[in-house]
Structure formats: C-alpha cells, structure tokens
C-alpha cells in the first residue's frame, strides 16, 4: 500500500489542484479531499463519508496542527470524523494491490429513481450552536477500468441532515 498526503491550514486561501491518475490492472486508487473554512469561533467535529474499503482507512488518519481526520467504524455505522479547530484541507492519495476492491461509500445515499440523485449524511457538532462550515468534500476510487467521483459543496450546521451532492461521475471502459 502506499499513501501520499498533503495538508495545509490557511486563514483564507485558496488552492487549484489537478490530479492525474493512471492505474494498472491490478491497483486501486482513492483520492480524498475535505476542506472546511468556519464560520465562527468554536472548533467542530464532522462526520463524514469515507470509502468503504478497510485497506483506505489508515491512510485517512492525518493530523495537521491542532486539527485531525482519522476513520471510525462501528457495527452500525463507518465515517470519517474530522476535527477542525480552524479553516483546514486535508488532501489523501492511497493505492493499493491487488484489485478489485470494495468501492462503496458509507453515508451516501440515492435519493430517488436516478443514480445521479444522492444525499450525503453528516453530522457536525460544536460548542457554539450558530456555527456553520462550509465544507467542500472530493472522494474519487479508481481500479484500472471503473472510476468513481463523489463531490459536495455545502455550508453544514450543527446536527445531523442530508446534504445533496453533484451527480456522481462514473467512468467505465
């Protein structure tokens, strides 16, 4: 398995990034990218989607100054919690062998008859209950001839609700 992470911690910045992904036949790809800039002065815990595949959670246990991303996993429920006691990114590139793997996504659900409807479910809490985090989520799985990109861009408020996510993007050859 090999893991390659990059994380920054930013007051206000924004960053482009590309990423390129070729796999071989044999190599399973995940790439995970959370960033959250808050609205208020408390820290606050989120929880998360996070693959499904055990082989990817370790590598999902990052810590960047005082904030933290790690995968719990219980018998009814498996997220990633995310510790921010500021504006932080977390960016995760994991790979493993062999294929195929288990491409699920925990806490993302189809919401009607199309499989473009989903809703993600996440739960935030803080000490200050006005406290809001606007949280852009990328989980992207790739295994040589399926790829698989859920994306979210949302502002989250303390407590737990579904938030609609941009059609997946899947890509079969």
């Given at each position: 398995m090999t893991a390659l992470v990059v994380g920054s911690v930013a007051v206000s910045a924004g960053v482009g990034i590309t990423?390129?992904?070729?796999?071989?036949e044999s190599t399973t790809s995940m790439y995970?990218?959370?960033a959250v800039q808050i609205n208020g002065t408390s820290p606050v815990m989120l929880r998360l989607p996070v693959p499904g595949?055990?082989?990817f959670w370790n590598p999902l246990s990052v810590t960047i100054g005082a904030s933290s991303l790690r995968v719990n996993h219980?018998?009814?429920?498996t997220y990633a919690l995310l510790h921010a006691t500021g504006n932080v990114t977390f960016e995760v590139?994991?790979?493993?062998?062999?294929?195929?793997?288990?491409?699920?996504v925990s806490r993302i659900a189809q919401t009607g008859e199309s499989y473009r409807d989903r809703n993600?479910?996440?739960?935030?809490?803080?000490?200050?209950?006005?406290?809001t985090v606007a949280?852009?989520?990328?989980?992207?799985?790739?295994?040589?001839?399926?790829?698989?990109?859920?994306q979210l861009m949302a502002i989250i408020h303390v407590g737990s609700a579904q938030y609609p996510m941009?059609?997946?993007?899947i890509v079969v050859c």
């Open positions: 990423v390129f992904f070729w796999t071989e995970y990218r959370v595949d055990p082989r219980t018998l009814t429920d590139l994991s790979s493993f062998t062999p294929s195929p793997s288990n491409l699920s993600a479910s996440i739960d935030m809490s803080s000490a200050d209950p006005g406290t949280l852009t989520l990328e989980i992207r799985l790739d295994n040589y001839c399926y790829d698989l990109r859920y941009e059609p997946p993007s």
